[in-house]
């Protein structure tokens, strides 16, 4: 499980460097928080209060960077779970392009239903229908396409890194946390230092990335 947790963060991390205007990926871990067995951070560079549509785009490829990244390790059939709340975002993100932004050249600059972020007890028996059946369908249609190319995009970004991404699974798997500095090292092509407290740590140099670690990409992980 760590190390396909591993994979995982290390998809979201090279996929939100390798597309544009995404905000710069500054840390991995795979330290468990809360529910989450790893988390992969964005910096912001300022404030923001509105994405353009290659941004939105760049942002639905790196959600679908974990899923991915895993089924090329493991193969579909291995997958888990643990790209659920990536999964739910980029589509919340992608139906909100089409429904809410006029982001999607099929439905046009239109906003489509009136539907609350929260639903309330009784409020689905109430609310009004405010699109036709054949909208509806459309929409869902759209919105599929838009995640399927988003799928698409990442997979071959990841499939064209995938010495960077055995790279960069084997350093979070050797010091479980690497910042931006070690994340440049990977997209460089080169193998990682250890953490600049790693030697407060009281690890020794046996913990570190050795010639042998290139054999953990040889083969799909147990999980």
Request: glycine share 10%.
């Given at each position: ?119 309330f007890l009784g409020r689905s ?37 995938m010495d960077k991404l055995h790279i960069m699974a084997e ?53």
């Amino acid at each position: 499980e760590k190390t396909l947790t591993a994979y995982h963060e290390a998809g979201h991390a090279i996929v939100g460097r390798s597309v544009p205007e995404h905000d710069p990926v500054y840390k991995v871990t795979i330290i468990p928080r809360g529910r989450a067995l790893g988390v992969t951070m964005y910096l912001p560079e300022g404030d923001k209060y509105s994405y353009n549509k290659v941004a939105i785009e760049s942002q639905l490829c790196s959600l679908y960077g974990g899923r991915v990244a895993e089924e090329l390790i493991v193969g579909a059939d291995k997958v888990t779970t643990g790209a659920s709340n990536d999964i739910e975002g980029a589509t919340k993100m992608a139906r909100n392009m089409v429904t809410k932004w006029g982001l999607s050249d099929e439905m046009g600059p239109i906003a489509y239903g009136d539907e609350e972020d929260e639903v309330f007890l009784g409020r689905s028996v109430t609310q009004t229908k405010s699109v036709s059946d054949d909208t509806a369908r459309k929409i869902d249609e759209v919105v599929r396409t838009i995640l399927d190319r988003a799928y698409s995009r990442t997979k071959a970004i990841l499939q064209a890194n995938m010495d960077k991404l055995h790279i960069m699974a084997e350093a979070l798997l050797a010091y479980e946390t690497i910042d931006a500095t070690q994340i440049d090292a990977v997209m460089e092509g080169r193998r990682p230092g250890p953490p600049a407290d790693w030697a407060k740590s009281g690890r020794t140099s046996k913990d570190d990335i050795g010639p042998a670690a290139g054999t953990i990409g040889g083969a799909a992980p147990q999980t």
